[in-house]
Nanobody, 126 residues
Framework: QVQLVESGGGLVQPGGSLRLSCAAS????????VGWFRQAPGKEREGVSC????????HYADSVKGRFTISRDNAKNTVYLQMNNLKPEDTARYYC???????????????????WGQGTQATVSS
C-alpha cells in the first residue's frame, strides 16, 4: 500500500507561488494516477488537478487553469503541484491521492481516490 506525504505549503502573499510535493513510500507511483485536492474550512474537498500514471495527460479545475501545473518524477516517486499567481481563495489544506492509471472523467471527485496523505496547508494572505 502506497503511503503519501504532502509538503511545501506555507504562507504567501497574493500573486506569490508555492510548489507542493506529494512523495510516496512503501511502493511505486508508476502505476497510479495522482490527484491534488483541497479543502477549506467548512467546505467539501474539491479536485484541483490530476495526472495520469504516464504523465501524458493532465486535468485542472477551471479555477486554477493557467496558474497551476501538475507534474511527476517517477524516478523520485513524487508528484508536484506548482502554484503561481496565488489568490486568497486558494487558501486551503491540500491533499494528494492515488487511483489506478488514469484520471478519468470523474477525476475531480475525491471518492475515486485513496491513500490520502495528511495534507499541507497553503495560506494566501496579505
Amino acid at each position: 500500500q502506497v503511503q503519501l506525504v504532502e509538503s511545501g505549503g506555507g504562507l504567501v502573499q497574493p500573486g506569490g507561488s508555492l510548489r507542493l510535493s506529494c512523495a510516496a513510500s512503501g511502493g511505486t507511483l508508476d502505476y497510479y494516477a495522482v490527484g491534488w485536492f483541497r479543502q477549506a474550512p467548512g467546505k467539501e474537498r474539491e479536485g484541483v488537478s490530476c495526472i495520469t500514471s504516464s504523465g501524458k495527460t493532465t486535468h485542472y479545475a477551471d479555477s486554477v487553469k493557467g496558474r497551476f501545473t501538475i507534474s511527476r518524477d517517477n524516478a523520485k516517486n513524487t508528484v508536484y503541484l506548482q502554484m503561481n499567481n496565488l489568490k486568497p481563495e486558494d487558501t486551503a489544506r491540500y491533499y494528494c491521492g492515488t487511483k489506478r492509471t488514469i484520471c478519468g472523467p470523474s477525476w475531480a471527485f475525491p471518492g475515486q481516490f485513496g491513500s490520502w496523505g495528511q495534507g499541507t496547508q497553503a495560506t494566501v494572505s496579505s
